[in-house]
Structure formats: C-alpha cells, structure tokens
C-alpha cells in the first residue's frame, strides 16, 4: 500500500489537512522571500544616510533608499520627505511608515499559526470519529468482533492524526523563526529610525547655530 492510498484510507478530514498544508506551505514560502529581500547591511545603510543628511543632500538621500527597494529604506524615505517641516515631523511619519512596513512583515502569519493549530485538531478530530466507527461496528456485530475486524479501522483513523501533526509541527516551528525573525528585523528598523532623527535634528541645530553666529555678526 503506498502513500496515496493511505491517504484516501484517511477519509475526508485528509483533504482538510491537506488543504491546509498547502496553505501553510504558501505562507512559508511567501515569507522566506519577502524576508530575504528586506535583508540590507545595515551598518553601511547608517553610514550613507548620515552622509546625505549631513550634507543636506536630501535628493541623495531619497535617491539612495529608492535604490534600496527594502521595508527600511521606504520607513526612512517617507520621513526624509518631511525633512523640510523640522524633525517631529521626521520622528512621526518614520514611526507611521515603520508600522506600516511591520504589518506587511507579518502579513500571514497568523495563517500559518492558524494552520499549527488546526491542522493537529483536524487529525485528532478524525481519529475520534474513525473510533466511533469502530465501536459502531462492535455494536452491529453484537460483540462478536475480532481484532481484524476492527484493526483496519483503528489504524485508518490514527492516520488522519499523523498526518495532522506532520502538518502541524513543521508550521508551528516556521512560525516561530519568522515571529523571531521579524523581532530581529524590528530592532534594526529602531535602530535606523533613531539614528536618522537624530542625525536631522543634528543638522537642524548645526543650522541654528550657523544662522545665530551670522545675526550676531550682523
């Protein structure tokens, strides 16, 4: 007996869990990419951005993080275009954006979280009624049932359970490491957002205090 006839001896909870499997599969592989591509060194992003913002090059700037094309380097675009209108306004649309491009990070994972519960509950869910099959057919042969008459269907029904925690324990593990990674990837976005702001209000006292020295000149 192969795989494939296991699986139809399953019932119809597997096409359940099979279901969920590919929409559990979907997820991961959607997450991987678009993890692998917010990805930036961001040591060097820092060194750029400070060079920009230093020089008051803000189409530099802005330049450099269309170049990018990461979640961080769109948080820091959309604030350097308020670079005119003083640094609160800097902090407010970076943090705005910055939360924007962390929901689109977790885009999905409450899916696959969804599917680490369900897709076990599915397989125990099969096996209870595969067991009550079983003890139905107990009942209808006056309990003169033999152990091959109930073997087949006991083993039918624990199938659904082990297909159900294949599904679930890999699902449950990839949603862990992407909740960490996006964790990780967070502390890297504070850490960009805290060092652009305060390299603009750097650069907004450093003009304060060239206009002062010119009034008192004057």
Request: aromatic content about 8%; hydrophobic content about 50%.
């Amino acid at each position: 007996m192969n795989l494939f006839d296991i699986f139809l001896k399953g019932g119809v909870l597997m096409w359940a869990i099979l279901l969920s499997s590919v929409i559990g599969l979907s997820v991961v592989i959607d997450r991987f990419i678009t993890l692998r591509r917010a990805k930036i060194n961001v040591p060097a992003f820092i060194i750029r951005l400070r060079g920009f913002i230093k020089n008051k090059d803000m189409n530099g700037a802005l330049s450099f993080c269309m170049q990018e094309k990461s979640p961080m380097a769109n948080m820091v675009r959309k604030g350097l275009k308020k670079f005119n209108l003083g640094h609160e306004r800097v902090k407010e649309a970076i943090e705005n954006a910055g939360r924007q491009e962390v929901s689109k990070l977790e885009k999905g994972l409450s899916i696959l979280a969804t599917v680490a519960g369900v897709a076990p509950l599915l397989g125990f869910l099969g096996t209870v009624t595969g067991m009550i099959q079983a003890f139905m057919t107990i009942e209808d042969l006056a309990g003169a049932a033999n152990p091959s008459d109930l073997a087949g269907g006991i083993w039918e029904a624990l199938t659904t359970t082990a297909f159900g925690l294949i599904v679930g324990i890999p699902a449950l593990a990839f949603y862990n490491y992407f909740v960490n990674a996006v964790k990780r990837f967070v502390g890297d976005m504070e850490t960009v957002a805290n060092d652009v702001v305060d390299s603009v209000q750097d650069s907004a006292h450093l003009q304060l205090g060239i206009d002062d020295e010119v009034e008192i000149e004057l």
